[in-house]
C-alpha cells in the first residue's frame, strides 16, 4: 500500500492503526525520525541495529528483507554484513527522506508484501510490527516470503524485566517522552501514539508464542537494555 500523502504537522495515528493513519503519521516525523530517535533512546537504538545485525547471522551474497525499514539507517546497518539488503516500507516520505542511503528501497505493505513466495534468506523488522493492524498476518507474510530455514528477527519495544525499572519507565514514556520529542520532533503529538503502543504490545512471552502460531521454529529472544527492547529471532 502506498503511504497517504499530504499529511500535516500533527498527524497521528490512534491504536486502531488504521493503515492510512499510520503511514500519513510516519510521513510527517520523517524530516526528523532518526535525529528523534537517538535522542528519545539516550543513544541506545545504534547497538539495538548492531545486535539486531548480529541475531540475523548474515553471510556475503543473503538476500534480505528489512521490512518497516524507514529511512533505511537499519538496512545500511544490515548491508555491513555484505549481504544483499532490501529496504522496504509503506511510508513514501519514510522512504524518500533516507533517499541518500546507498541501498534498495521499495514501497511495500506489511500485509501484503510484493514479493514471491520464499524469496529471501532472511527477514528483519524493528520497531515496525508494532504499528500494523493485524499482527499475525504479517508474521504469516514473512513466512512467506522466507526460504526454508531462513531467520527472522524481530527487534521491538517490549516489558522491562524487573518491577522497579517498568515503573519509572513507563512512567518515561507517558510523561518524558511526550515532552522530549515537542523539542526534538517534526510531529511531537505522533510520539504519543508512541507511547501508547508500547504499554499496549504484547510482552516478550506473547510474542514469542505469536511468532510460533505463524509456523516459525526455534523462537528465542533477548533483552535489550533490561528489557524495554527485545531481539526476537526464529526460523522458518
Known amino acids: 500500500m502506498a503511504a497517504a500523502s499530504g499529511s500535516t504537522s500533527g498527524e497521528r495515528a490512534t491504536l486502531g492503526k488504521d493503515p492510512a493513519e499510520v503511514a500519513a503519521m510516519f510521513d510527517g516525523v520523517a524530516k526528523r525520525y532518526d535525529i528523534t530517535n537517538t535522542v528519545l533512546s539516550f543513544g541506545r537504538d545504534r547497538s539495538w541495529r548492531k545486535t539486531t545485525r548480529k541475531a540475523l547471522d548474515l553471510k556475503p551474497g543473503d538476500v534480505v528483507l528489512d521490512l518497516a525499514a524507514g529511512t533505511a539507517v537499519s538496512t545500511v546497518e544490515l548491508a555491513r554484513s555484505g549481504a544483499v539488503c532490501i529496504a522496504a ?43 500494523v493492524y493485524d499482527v499475525s498476518q504479517a508474521l504469516g507474510e514473512l513466512y512467506r516470503v522466507l526460504k526454508p530455514g531462513g531467520r527472522i528477527v524481530i527487534c521491538e519495544f517490549s516489558t522491562p524485566t524487573l518491577r522497579p525499572f517498568r515503573t519509572v519507565y513507563m512512567e518515561y514514556l507517558m510523561k518524558a517522552l511526550p515532552a522530549v520529542a ?31 502460531d505463524a509456523g516459525f521454529s526455534q523462537v528465542r529472544w533477548q533483552n535489550l537494555t533490561g528489557g524495554i527492547a527485545a531481539v526476537h529471532s526464529a526460523r522458518k
Open 89 to 131: 516500507d509503506f511510508s513514501l516520505g519514510m522512504l524518500k527522506a533516507g533517499a541518500a542511503r546507498d541501498v534498495p528501497k521499495v514501497a511495500a505493505d506489511a500485509l501484503h508484501l510484493p514479493f514471491a513466495d520464499a524469496s529471501f534468506d532472511a527477514a528483519t523488522i524493528s520497531f515496525g510490527l508494532r504499528n
Open 182 to 212: 515537542t523539542r526534538v520532533s517534526s510531529n511531537p503529538s505522533a510520539y504519543v501514539y508512541l507511547a501508547e503502543s508500547i504499554r499496549a504490545w504484547p510482552d516478550q512471552f506473547a510474542l514469542g508464542d505469536l511468532m510460533r
